[in-house]
């Protein structure tokens, strides 16, 4: 690679740092997927990850989202917010931007792929390990649990894995955020990375839409295969796809449309915003069938 390339691989490692992946109502479906699973296969696991959240630093809240349920309303409930609360506390000192995100380069100048964006990889390492150790600090604990339900959405998000840099973008789009689209003749201008983020939405509240799109997710569940013991491999493997889906399926079809402000935001056609629908819902119900894997990995019966 040359001296330029390297430049400019590495300027697209520092500059900014990708917004929020899956809008609140894909974290909170991938929560209540997680939770319907896991009713019907290891209920013992639920009732270990509320006595486990009562210990969480940032209780109240929880207590104050949960008032007025009980039973498994509010279980199902809590584990929506498991699931949203590292982005519910942005610009907190529970916050880690860098977390959120693992991007490498797959369209235009793939060749200066080089290291990966973001520190979602090693989140996942440490959160992990932390949750395993029955000896650590339970509000610890509690902290890792939520960060594990979220990285687990976040790396299905294809933008959350993979980015865009060429002729148009020197330094990257930073995984859409600096690009400007628009849903159709009469929307508003939004980032690329805003649009996948909410491709699976309803415009319902928070709540009933991520009850919707869990719906949607459960009445076609996807075939995620069995994962195995080794959930680092298994996370990487859903990096690997969230990677190819940036590059196959994100970016075909929007490369013209993105522009660099948003007066210059291009109009997404038709067939691509359905199809984003359908890719997000599908990536957020994976997401939510695996997570619900790892939580029974995680909280066994004995």
């Not at 409930?77 to 995100?101: E, K």
């Not at 013991?229 to 970016?251: I, K, M, T």
Request: hydrophobic share 45%; glycine share 8%; aromatic share 8%.
């Amino acid at each position: 690679m040359s001296r330029i390339g390297w430049c400019l691989a590495v300027l697209s490692i520092g500059i900014a740092a990708p917004a929020f992946a899956w809008g609140t109502q894909g974290h909170m479906a991938t929560g209540l997927i997680a939770y319907d699973r896991l009713v019907s296969r290891d209920p013992a696991a639920i009732s270990q990850i509320d006595a486990l959240i009562a210990q969480h630093p940032d209780r109240a809240r929880f207590d104050a989202a949960l008032a007025g349920l009980t039973g498994t309303e509010r279980e199902r409930r809590l584990f929506a917010l498991i699931a949203r609360w590292p982005d519910d506390i942005r610009a907190t000192p529970y916050d880690h931007p860098h977390w959120h995100h693992q991007l490498r380069v797959v369209v235009g100048w793939t060749a200066l792929r080089g290291p990966r964006f973001g520190a979602a990889d090693k989140a996942f390492r440490r959160n992990l390990r932390l949750l395993r150790d029955l000896r650590a600090d339970p509000g610890q604990r509690a902290i890792a649990l939520c960060w594990l339900f979220h990285i687990t959405g976040d790396m299905h998000q294809p933008l959350h894995a993979g980015h865009r840099m060429d002729g148009h973008f020197l330094l990257t789009d930073f995984a859409g955020t600096k690009g400007w689209v628009r849903r159709g003749n009469n929307a508003a201008p939004e980032t690329l990375h805003h649009f996948w983020d909410t491709a699976a939405d309803s415009t319902e509240e928070d709540v009933a839409g991520a009850s919707a799109i869990a719906m949607a997710a459960e009445a076609n569940p996807p075939a995620v295969g069995e994962q195995g013991p080794d959930f680092l491999a298994a996370y990487q493997g859903w990096v690997r796809e969230s990677e190819r889906a940036a590059a196959d399926l994100a970016y075909p079809g929007v490369m013209k449309a993105e522009g660099r402000r948003p007066e210059k935001a291009g109009i997404l056609l038709p067939d691509y915003v359905a199809q984003a629908h359908s890719v997000a819902e599908r990536r957020i119900g994976e997401a939510g069938e695996r997570l619900a894997d790892l939580l029974a990995a995680l909280f066994p019966s004995t």
